[in-house]
């Protein structure tokens, strides 16, 4: 439930041993090319993995930064959104390589940036798309994951139904 714009690397895992690391629900915007090749929106370096899994996350770059560098085996990828292919090793079950349409209103200078800014809209194709997984039952904003959680940070909920008496 982390919301990154605009880091070298919005995410970068290296360690000698990353051991059941879950990295989940997490939306990842536009990393900066401030680091040149080592800049990627989500790196995962050198180390020894084990039952480390990288599931439900939005992973959106708009420009040449790689979307994604993953130089290890054994991190177990599924039901994450790419916005442009990433490579054949981050790609897993139930991935959507599209534009997740976030909302993106406001003002991105420091200190007014609001978490709003990463909500998924209504039409948004990682809604209802992600896998169902015990460790994170609700979004960043404390609304409850539902069976079928949306993709990212933000769980969108729907308008309630209205009944009509025509």
């Not at 899994?53 to 939005?58: K, L």
Request: with cysteine; hydrophobic share 35%.
């Amino acid at each position: 439930n982390n919301l990154c714009l605009g880091g070298e690397r919005n995410i970068a895992i290296g360690t000698n041993t990353f051991e059941n690391g879950l990295v989940a629900h997490n939306t990842f915007v536009n990393a900066s090319d401030t680091g040149g090749k080592g800049s990627a929106n989500v790196w995962i370096n050198r180390g020894t993995y084990r039952n480390a899994r990288f599931v439900n996350n939005i992973v959106f770059q708009e420009d040449r930064v790689a979307i994604a560098r993953v130089d290890v085996r054994g991190v177990m990828f599924s039901h994450n959104n790419w916005s442009k292919r990433p490579a054949r090793t981050c790609r897993g079950r139930g991935d959507v390589i599209k534009d997740p349409r976030l909302l993106k209103s406001g003002r991105l200078g420091s200190g007014q940036l609001r978490p709003e800014w990463f909500k998924i809209l209504a039409d948004s194709p990682v809604k209802d798309r992600g896998q169902t997984i015990g460790e994170v039952v609700e979004d960043y904003f404390k609304t409850p994951r539902r069976g079928a959680p949306d993709i990212g940070a933000h769980e969108l909920l729907s308008p309630p139904h209205r009944l009509s008496l025509r």
